[in-house]
C-alpha cells in the first residue's frame, strides 16, 4: 500500500472481556468506510476470542495478539500503550473498549474532517457520545459538544469523557504516553489535555459512539470506588503540582475547591491531607489553605451535630 492510500486511523481494542465483544466487532464491519486496520491485544484473558474472531477474518482487517501476561490488573495504561505498539504506520489512534460500539460512518466522518484537523495543527478528536447499558439499549443523549473547543474549557464544563471516543494523534502518544492513575481512571482526560499540548480538540458530532455501562465496567460497578477516589485526587493534584501555569485564575479556584473535596470526602485519607497542605504552603498560597482548614472544621462541626 502507498502512502498516499494508507490508512491514517488505527483501531486499537485493549480486549479482556467477551460478554459485548461481537456487538463491537459489528459495529466495525458496519463502519461505511473501511479505510482503518484493528489491533487486538487480548490481556492474557480466560475468555479467548478466537471462535468469535474467527467468523469476521473476511469481513474485517486486523491482527490479533495474546499477551502472555495480564497487565491490566497492575496497570491499565501500560496495557493501552503495548496495544497501540502492534499498530502500524498509522497516524491517528482510536483505543476502543471491548464493550463500546461505533455508529457506522464514525470513519467515514473522520476522513471527512482529518483535513481541517490537520490544518488546524490539533492532535486530539473526539466524537459525539451516548450512553448504552448491558442489553444496549439507550439510557442517555446524545453528548455533542463546540467543534473546536480547548480541551481545558472542557475540563471545566459539565459533561462526560470516556476513551473510547477520541481519536489521538500517535506521535503524541509515543512522546508523552499516558499518565498512570489506578484503573486509567482520569487517564484519558489528562491525555485530552497533555496530548492537545493544552490546546484544542476538534469535534464530530455527527457520528457516535456509544460507551456502554454496565456491572463489568469500572464505571458502572461501585467495587472500584476507592481506586477511583484515589485516581480522581492525583489527577488533580498533578494539574496542580505540574500544570499549574495552564489555568486562568477562574479555573485555579475550581481545581482548589475540587482537590479540597478529594479530602473532604475521604477525611481518612491523610495522605491527601499532606499533599494538599504541602502544596499550597509551598506554592505560598495561603489564603487557598486557610479556606481549606476552614472547610475542614466546618464540615466536622456538621458532622457532630448531625
Given at each position: 500500500?502507498?502512502?498516499?492510500?494508507?490508512?491514517?486511523?488505527?483501531?486499537?481494542?485493549?480486549?479482556?472481556?467477551?460478554?459485548?465483544?461481537?456487538?463491537?466487532l459489528?459495529?466495525?464491519?458496519?463502519?461505511?468506510?473501511?479505510?482503518?486496520?484493528?489491533?487486538?491485544?487480548?490481556?492474557?484473558?480466560?475468555?479467548?476470542?478466537?471462535?468469535?474472531?474467527?467468523?469476521?477474518k473476511?469481513?474485517?482487517?486486523?491482527?490479533?495478539?495474546?499477551?502472555?501476561?495480564?497487565?491490566?490488573?497492575?496497570?491499565?495504561?501500560?496495557?493501552?500503550?503495548?496495544?497501540?505498539?502492534?499498530?502500524?504506520d498509522?497516524?491517528?489512534?482510536?483505543?476502543?473498549?471491548?464493550?463500546?460500539?461505533l455508529?457506522k460512518?464514525?470513519?467515514e466522518?473522520?476522513?471527512?474532517?482529518?483535513?481541517?484537523?490537520?490544518?488546524?495543527?490539533?492532535?486530539?478528536?473526539r466524537?459525539?457520545?451516548?450512553?448504552?447499558?448491558?442489553?444496549?439499549k439507550?439510557?442517555?443523549?446524545?453528548?455533542?459538544?463546540?467543534?473546536?473547543?480547548?480541551?481545558?474549557d472542557?475540563?471545566?464544563?459539565?459533561?462526560?469523557?470516556?476513551?473510547?471516543?477520541?481519536?489521538?494523534?500517535?506521535?503524541?502518544?509515543?512522546?508523552i504516553?499516558?499518565k498512570?492513575?489506578?484503573?486509567?481512571?482520569?487517564?484519558?482526560?489528562l491525555?485530552?489535555?497533555e496530548f492537545?499540548?493544552?490546546?484544542?480538540?476538534?469535534?464530530?458530532?455527527?457520528?457516535?459512539?456509544?460507551?456502554?455501562?454496565s456491572?463489568?465496567?469500572?464505571s458502572?460497578?461501585?467495587l472500584?470506588?476507592?481506586?477511583?477516589?484515589?485516581?480522581?485526587?492525583?489527577?488533580?493534584?498533578?494539574?496542580?503540582?505540574?500544570?499549574?501555569?495552564?489555568?486562568?485564575?477562574?479555573?485555579?479556584?475550581?481545581?482548589?475547591?475540587?482537590?479540597?473535596?478529594?479530602?473532604?470526602?475521604?477525611?481518612?485519607?491523610?495522605?491527601?491531607?499532606?499533599?494538599?497542605?504541602?502544596?499550597?504552603?509551598?506554592?505560598?498560597?495561603?489564603?487557598?489553605?486557610?479556606?481549606?482548614?476552614?472547610?475542614?472544621?466546618?464540615?466536622?462541626?456538621?458532622?457532630?451535630?448531625?
Amino acid at each position: 500500500m502507498n502512502s498516499t492510500n494508507k490508512n491514517k486511523i488505527a483501531i486499537v481494542i485493549p480486549y479482556y472481556k467477551i460478554s459485548f465483544f461481537d456487538d463491537v466487532l459489528k459495529s466495525l464491519t458496519s463502519q461505511t468506510d473501511k479505510r482503518f486496520k484493528i489491533y487486538i491485544g487480548d490481556d492474557s484473558s480466560p475468555e479467548n476470542p478466537k471462535e468469535l474472531l474467527e467468523r469476521y477474518k473476511e469481513s474485517l482487517d486486523f491482527v490479533y495478539h495474546k499477551f502472555e501476561k495480564n497487565l491490566g490488573s497492575i496497570s491499565l495504561t501500560q496495557q493501552w500503550e503495548r496495544c497501540i505498539a502492534l499498530s502500524n504506520d498509522e497516524d491517528w489512534v482510536l483505543i476502543l473498549g471491548d464493550d463500546d460500539i461505533l455508529s457506522k460512518n464514525v470513519i467515514e466522518s473522520f476522513y471527512e474532517k482529518i483535513n481541517a484537523v490537520e490544518n488546524e495543527g490539533i492532535n486530539v478528536i473526539r466524537f459525539a457520545t451516548q450512553k448504552i447499558n448491558t442489553e444496549g439499549k439507550i439510557i442517555s443523549n446524545i453528548y455533542n459538544h463546540p467543534e473546536i473547543e480547548k480541551s481545558t474549557d472542557f475540563l471545566f464544563r459539565r459533561s462526560r469523557s470516556s476513551l473510547s471516543e477520541y481519536v489521538f494523534k500517535k506521535n503524541q502518544i509515543h512522546t508523552i504516553g499516558f499518565k498512570d492513575f489506578p484503573l486509567g481512571w482520569y487517564s484519558d482526560i489528562l491525555a485530552v489535555l497533555e496530548f492537545s499540548n493544552f490546546e484544542y480538540v476538534y469535534s464530530i458530532n455527527q457520528s457516535i459512539v456509544q460507551v456502554r455501562v454496565s456491572s463489568l465496567s469500572i464505571s458502572g460497578s461501585s467495587l472500584y470506588d476507592k481506586q477511583k477516589d484515589t485516581a480522581t485526587f492525583y489527577f488533580y493534584f498533578y494539574l496542580l503540582n505540574n500544570k499549574f501555569a495552564s489555568f486562568s485564575q477562574s479555573e485555579l479556584d475550581e481545581l482548589y475547591c475540587k482537590i479540597n473535596k478529594c479530602y473532604l470526602n475521604n477525611k481518612k485519607r491523610y495522605g491527601f491531607f499532606l499533599k494538599i497542605s504541602k502544596f499550597y504552603i509551598v506554592k505560598k498560597l495561603f489564603r487557598e489553605y486557610f479556606l481549606f482548614i476552614k472547610q475542614i472544621i466546618l464540615f466536622t462541626i456538621r458532622s457532630i451535630k448531625s
